[in-house]
C-alpha cells in the first residue's frame, strides 16, 4: 500500500464577501478539519488553493488515520477544476483518492449524502472539476443546503448567507460532513453512506 494522501477539496469562493453563503458550506467542512487536527492552511506553491497537510479519523488500535490534503481553491467556485487537477497531479493523488465537499440544492438543508460519479446536478464547481480531471469518478459529500423558495433563483439562493433558523443548525450540518469525511477514509465509502443515508 502506498502513502499516497488522501485530498480532500472544500469548494466555495474566495474572500470574506463569501465566507457565510451557502455555496461555501464545502470550505466551512475544511476549516472545521483543520481545527480538529490543529492543521493550519498555507498557500500552495504551485496551485491556486491554500492547503494543509495533516491526518485524519483513527485507526483499529488507536493508530493515527490516514494522511490527508485539506485544499480550498482560491478561484471562483466555476473554476475549480485547475486548482484540484493541479492538485491530484502534485501529489499523485488518484481520483478515488480525492473527497469533494460541496452545497448540494438537491438534498434538504441538514441532510448529508454521498457518493462516487454520476452527474454533477448543475453545480459549476463539480462540472469544472470533472472536465480538468477527465472523470467523474471521485467521491462527494453532498452537504444539503435546501431549494430556494418561492421563484428564488438557484444561483442567489446559494449566493446568500445561512437564514437566522438555520444558522442555529449549521454547527450541527457542518461537523455530520466533517464526521462523514472522516467516515469515508477510515471506514470507506460504503460505511460512511451507510450511516448518514439512514439519518434522512
Known sequence: MTDTPWLVIGLGNPGPKYAGNRHNVGQMVLDLLAERTGARFSRHARAQAVVAETRLGVLPGGRPGPRVVLAKPTTYMNTSGGPVAGLVKYYGVDPAQLVVVHDEVDIPFDTIKLKTGGGEGGHNGLRDIS??????????????????PGRTDTADHVLKDFSATERKDLPILVDDAADAVEMVLVEGLLAAQGKFHSKV
Open 131 to 148: 472536465k480538468a480531471l477527465g472523470t467523474k469518478d471521485y467521491v462527494r459529500v453532498r452537504v444539503g443546503v435546501g431549494r430556494p
